[in-house]
């Protein structure tokens, strides 16, 4: 992150809005409120970044002009609005802003890049504006009214456990290092409409903390009949066999799943890449409608 005070009493800064990839991501029943809880193993991927800069200064009304999302979404209902006008009301400073972004995280890829980028842009405004008296409390509970996976973003930690709607983080301890391969089909998935596919589905209750983060020190051989994620009962089955296949075909040794609600597939390799750098390139030929990253953890 990259402060400094520019002429005209502007603030600017520059910050980086890392991925994150679920190993795990089990989902529960539809609760009262409309959310549901879940439980999940989160990592964090720093080499897949957005990247945020922000410029704001005092105003008698808060406003938020947001550059490098046109055509994703409606301007002012992105994430970056909605954290500057939440941000603005839970501290009682009024803000003009200028956010601009450079994406890089696939959208409606289950990668969390909303969410890093809000996670982000409310970093760098506790950053400018200590005098708010936010505290660590304060910030999660505003993450968390921007989305369910903003809190992990907040903690900047690499491994976490995460229940709840997302707002239980629980940092973990592992020697788990490695490289993923992502694999991003030519489309993506609503998350709403893939929780409600779910829905009506039966499901497998939660594992447990300590079952899940025993996991990470098993050989990732194993990974499959201890990590699952629900939402591979309802999104990107097709886009997933494919990179399966793909996968089987060139004999890479990996584990794969999806994040999130997808559509991202990935493999998880350990961290001998440069060995299997000719069966990448060849999974990569036989899918050549994905897109494709190799991110070190």
């Known amino acids: 992150m990259e402060l400094k005070l520019s002429s005209g009493h502007w603030l600017s800064g520059t910050a980086l809005a890392p991925a994150k990839i679920?190993?795990?991501?089990?989902?529960?029943?539809?609760?009262?409120?409309?959310f549901h809880d879940l439980e999940s193993i989160f990592v964090r991927l720093p080499s897949l970044s957005d990247?945020?800069?922000l410029s704001c200064r005092k105003a008698e009304k808060a406003s938020c002009v947001v550059l490098g999302l046109e055509g994703l979404c409606p301007a002012g209902t992105d994430t970056l609005t909605k954290t500057v006008r939440l941000w603005c009301k839970r501290s009682g400073i009024a803000l003009e802003t200028r956010v601009s972004i450079?994406?890089?995280?696939?959208v409606k890829s289950g990668l969390g890049g909303g969410s890093a980028d809000a996670a982000a842009l409310l970093s760098l405004l506790d950053s400018f504006f200590p005098e708010?008296?936010?505290?660590?409390?304060?910030?999660?509970?505003?993450?968390?009214?921007?989305g369910s996976d903003v809190p992990f973003f907040l903690w900047d930690v690499p491994v976490a456990y995460v229940t709840g709607?997302?707002?239980?983080?629980?940092?973990?301890?592992?020697?788990?290092?490695?490289?993923?391969?992502?694999?991003?089909?030519?489309?993506?998935?609503?998350?709403?409409?893939?929780?409600?596919?779910?829905?009506?589905?039966?499901?497998a209750g939660f594992l447990g903390k300590d079952?899940?983060?025993?996991?990470?020190s098993a050989p990732f051989s194993l990974w499959d009949g201890l990590f699952r994620n629900d939402f591979c009962m309802v999104s990107g089955q097709v886009a997933l066999q494919q990179f399966r296949d793909a996968v089987a075909r060139v004999g890479l040794d990996g584990y794969v799943s999806m994040s999130g609600s997808g559509s991202c597939c990935y493999a998880f390799m350990?961290?001998?890449?440069?060995?299997?750098?000719?069966?990448?390139?060849?999974?990569?030929e036989s899918l050549s409608s994905f897109t494709f990253f190799c991110c070190k953890m």
């Open 102 to 106: 450079t994406k890089h995280i696939p």
């Open 270 to 284: 350990g961290s001998q890449v440069p060995e299997r750098k000719e069966k990448i390139e060849l999974i990569k």
């Open 51 to 53: 990247v945020i800069e």
């Open 132 to 146: 708010s008296h936010l505290m660590k409390n304060d910030l999660l509970a505003l993450a968390l009214e921007i």
């Open 211 to 216: 079952r899940l983060v025993a996991a990470l």
């Open 165 to 203: 709607r997302g707002e239980n983080v629980i940092p973990v301890e592992t020697m788990l290092d490695g490289c993923f391969l992502l694999a991003m089909p030519d489309h993506g998935i609503v998350t709403e409409h893939a929780f409600s596919l779910l829905d009506v589905l039966p499901r």
């Open 22 to 34: 679920n190993l795990h991501l089990a989902v529960g029943k539809k609760r009262n409120d409309g």
